[in-house]
């Protein structure tokens, strides 16, 4: 498994082609976590059934951070507007979340 995994997690039947690792394979050896989960799959969103007929009717908000690394202003933080008629979006940085 370790090998399945620096090698990128490759299927064991393509594995088994290096000898040096064919030679230390175990069939009990086999369920790689990282693997399972890369295989689910979430549903998609639904179809938005809301329909505006004016910019600014409906407005979408979200506010991120803090992150690890400030940028050249200090702020930790971003906030992200976007306009539901006209898709327009804004970015606002803060330094600090009040």
């Given at each position: 498994m370790l090998?399945?995994?620096r090698l990128g997690h490759g299927s064991m039947s393509k594995l088994a082609h290096i000898p040096y690792i064919r030679k230390y394979m175990n069939e009990e050896d086999t369920t790689c976590e990282?693997?399972?989960?890369?295989?689910?799959?979430r549903q998609p969103f639904p179809i938005s059934k809301s329909?505006?007929?004016?910019?600014?009717?409906?407005?979408?908000?979200d506010l991120?951070?803090?992150?690890?690394?400030?940028?050249l202003t200090?702020?930790?933080?971003?906030?992200?507007?976007?306009d539901d008629h006209t898709?327009?979006?804004?970015?606002?940085?803060?330094?600090?979340?009040?």
């Amino acid at each position: 498994m370790l090998w399945h995994a620096r090698l990128g997690h490759g299927s064991m039947s393509k594995l088994a082609h290096i000898p040096y690792i064919r030679k230390y394979m175990n069939e009990e050896d086999t369920t790689c976590e990282a693997c399972v989960f890369a295989k689910f799959h979430r549903q998609p969103f639904p179809i938005s059934k809301s329909v505006t007929s004016m910019a600014f009717e409906i407005i979408h908000m979200d506010l991120w951070g803090p992150y690890k690394v400030s940028d050249l202003t200090g702020a930790n933080y971003f906030l992200t507007v976007a306009d539901d008629h006209t898709r327009c979006k804004w970015v606002y940085l803060w330094q600090n979340k009040m």
